[in-house]
C-alpha cells in the first residue's frame, strides 16, 4: 500500500497565519493530489502536481513534492475562518506509466482557523 | 458540465437488513466509478472501483458488493448489513485512464442499528 500519512492531525491557527501539512507516502507515484472536506460533505479537489513538479501554486495554496523523499506539503497562505476543514493527501500509483485513476488516500489533517 | 449525484443522504437501518446506496454520473460518457467508506470523519477507504459496465474491481473484503448496470450508474449493496457497516460512503468518478483528479458526491451517511 502507499498510502498517504499526513501530519499534524489536527492543525489549529489564527486567521491571517499561514498553515502547513505534510504528506508522506510509500512507493513510486504518478501524481499526488491535495482535498478537502467540509464537515460531513464530499471531498473537493484542490491542487495536483505530478511526479516531475517540485512546486505548483493555485491561489493561496502552494503545494510542493519531494520525490527523494516521498513526502508532500500543503501551504494555505494568509488562511481565513472558511478555510476550516479536512485536507488529505491522495497518491496515484504509478503503474506501467499509466494510471488507472486508484487514489490512495491518507487519514487527513483537521484544520481549524479561528477568525 | 459533469455532475454526481448520491442518494440516500442518511439512511438508518437495522443490522440485518439490506442496502443500497444509488449513485450516477452526468454529463461524461464511460468514467472510472468508485465507493470509497469514510470512518469517524478520517481517511477513506477505496471499497470498489469499475472502469467499465459489469467490470467491478473490489479492494477488500467485506459484507458489500457493487453493481454497475449502466455506464454512469453505479449502485452499493449489502444483503445483511452489520453495525460494523456504518460509516459514510462516497461515490465518485474520474475519466477514464487519466489517473488525475476524482469527484466526489456529497456522501451517504449510514448508521446500521
Known amino acids: 500500500s502507499q498510502q498517504g500519512e499526513e501530519d499534524p492531525q489536527a492543525l489549529s491557527i489564527q486567521e491571517g497565519e499561514n498553515a502547513t501539512m505534510n504528506c508522506s507516502y510509500k512507493?513510486?507515484?504518478?501524481?499526488l493530489q491535495w482535498y478537502r472536506q467540509n464537515s460531513g460533505r464530499g471531498l473537493v479537489h484542490l491542487i495536483l502536481?505530478?511526479?516531475?513538479?517540485r512546486e505548483k501554486h493555485s491561489g493561496r495554496l502552494r503545494v510542493t513534492l519531494d520525490t527523494s523523499k516521498k513526502s508532500s506539503s500543503l501551504l494555505i497562505t494568509a488562511s481565513r475562518a472558511a478555510d476550516t476543514a479536512s485536507y488529505f493527501c491522495a497518491t496515484a500509483c504509478s503503474f506501467g506509466g499509466t494510471s488507472y485513476g486508484k487514489l490512495t488516500f491518507g487519514q487527513g489533517t483537521i484544520l481549524t482557523v479561528h477568525p | 458540465s459533469q455532475t454526481i449525484h448520491q442518494w440516500p443522504a442518511t439512511l438508518v437501518q437495522p443490522v440485518g437488513s439490506p442496502l443500497s446506496l444509488e449513485c450516477t454520473v452526468e454529463?461524461?460518457?464511460?468514467?472510472?466509478l468508485y465507493w470509497y467508506r469514510q470512518a469517524a470523519g478520517r481517511g477513506l477507504q477505496l471499497l470498489f472501483y469499475s472502469v467499465g459496465i459489469g467490470q467491478i474491481s473490489s479492494e477488500v473484503p467485506q459484507n458489500l458488493s457493487a453493481s454497475r448496470p449502466q455506464d454512469r450508474q453505479f449502485i452499493l449493496s449489502s444483503k445483511k448489513l452489520l453495525l460494523s457497516d456504518s460509516g459514510f460512503y462516497l461515490c465518485?468518478?474520474?475519466?477514464?485512464?487519466?489517473?488525475?483528479?476524482?469527484?466526489f458526491g456529497e456522501g451517504s451517511w449510514l448508521t446500521v442499528v
Open positions: 454529463g461524461t460518457s464511460n468514467p472510472n
Open positions: 512507493t513510486s507515484i504518478n501524481n
Open positions: 465518485a468518478w474520474s475519466v477514464a485512464y487519466s489517473g488525475n483528479t476524482i469527484y
Open positions: 502536481i505530478r511526479s516531475n513538479e
